[in-house]
């Protein structure tokens, strides 16, 4: 698949706005909002680049909410992100993987309908030896729009289906951001020298099957024996020569769900023995990508429901996830069931 496919000259903003007014009801909020979380990811892309220069590697002396030692890139992360999006006056109320519970709006900033979840630095791991991360987000309009009261517990805690746009930036070779508002995935590109993200691709698809699969296969003696038995059977040669996949696996959902979009395949976290739900969480990491694998045509499910349709409990609910090509997915599903 080529990873260029639009003739376009489109910049990020451009691209919201003709969004926007292709719905008459529009008020442009969103719009505005998507421009002010643009800014914050044009200044945690630079900041990834001088990490090293800027002395933001390493660990902090603090610990996260789920027992995590906290790096100093994921705390800059956070801060930047709630001081670009704290007074837009688009917000009621924000939620991050790194902070305990909700991130109030400041009282003398007005409140608006929409509630932004977001993973500051996924694949935190892999920060200090310069290998892939990114930064995902999700919106929601709140749960009664017409309120212009401080958000709450229950505007965060709905169903992946109604996000309103979800999206994440990765920052490697390029910095690349994912979007879809509900109308598919486009990919964009930042070009530092113009300080702009550009189209670059329009309307991904995931292929119906790949050939490639991601998990971490160091966990493989924690599984559940149907799951042993599905990744025995993607390693399997087959007639048709559709099997053996191939195993790709680099520690940043970001990065490995951005492989599937493009390669199609499946990107998998299950639970096991020590950690039935897996260890990602639904709210800020595995609903977003959820909409996005099915705003490009993919399948995204726990190993038994549509992560789609499940309705958070928890601010860090964690939950199993098997993400990527229609087929693929089924076919884990069936195995997960134990119909083989």
Not at 83 to 98: F, K, N, P, T
Not at 112 to 117: D, Q, R, S
Not at 149 to 163: A, F, H, R, S, Y
Not at 190 to 201: C, K, Q, R
């Amino acid at each position: 698949m080529p990873f260029l496919n639009t003739s376009k000259l489109v910049t990020i903003e451009r691209h919201i706005a003709e969004e926007g007014a292709a719905h008459p009801t529009s008020t442009g909020e969103l719009s505005r909002l998507l421009r002010d979380l643009m800014l914050a990811l044009r200044i945690l892309a630079r900041d990834v680049r001088r990490a090293g220069l800027n002395d933001v590697l390493g660990m902090t002396d603090s610990v996260n909410t789920h027992g995590e030692r906290v790096k100093r890139l994921d705390l800059h992360a956070n801060e930047v992100i709630y001081r670009a999006m704290d007074h837009g006056g688009h917000l009621c109320v924000m939620a991050s993987e790194e902070s305990d519970g909700l991130m109030r709006i400041p009282d003398e900033y007005k409140k608006g309908k929409y509630v932004l979840v977001f993973d500051p630095l996924d694949g935190s791991s892999n920060i200090d030896v310069n290998i892939t991360i990114g930064t995902i987000f999700s919106i929601h309009k709140r749960v009664d729009p017409t309120l212009d009261t401080p958000g709450t517990l229950e505007d965060i805690l709905q169903p992946g289906w109604k996000q309103v746009a979800a999206g994440y930036a990765m920052y490697g070779s390029s910095t690349v951001l994912v979007y879809s508002s509900g109308n598919g995935v486009d990919v964009f590109t930042f070009d530092p020298t113009i300080g702009e993200f550009l189209l670059t691709f329009e309307k991904l698809r995931i292929p119906k099957r790949g050939r490639i699969y991601s998990i971490n296969s160091g966990n493989a003696h924690k599984w559940d024996q149907n799951l042993r038995d599905y990744v025995s059977w993607l390693l399997r040669p087959s007639d048709d020569g559709v099997r053996p996949y191939s195993l790709r696996y680099i520690g940043t959902m970001v990065a490995d769900v951005h492989r599937t979009m493009y390669y199609g395949g499946i990107f998998m976290y299950p639970g096991d023995s020590s950690s039935p739900q897996g260890k990602l969480r639904l709210v800020y990491e595995v609903a977003p990508m959820a909409f996005l694998v099915e705003q490009a045509g993919g399948r995204a499910s726990d190993g038994t429901r549509r992560i789609l349709d499940i309705v958070p409990t928890a601010l860090h609910q964690r939950i199993p996830c098997y993400l990527g090509s229609e087929e693929d997915v089924l076919e884990a599903e069936r195995f997960l069931r134990g119909d083989r």
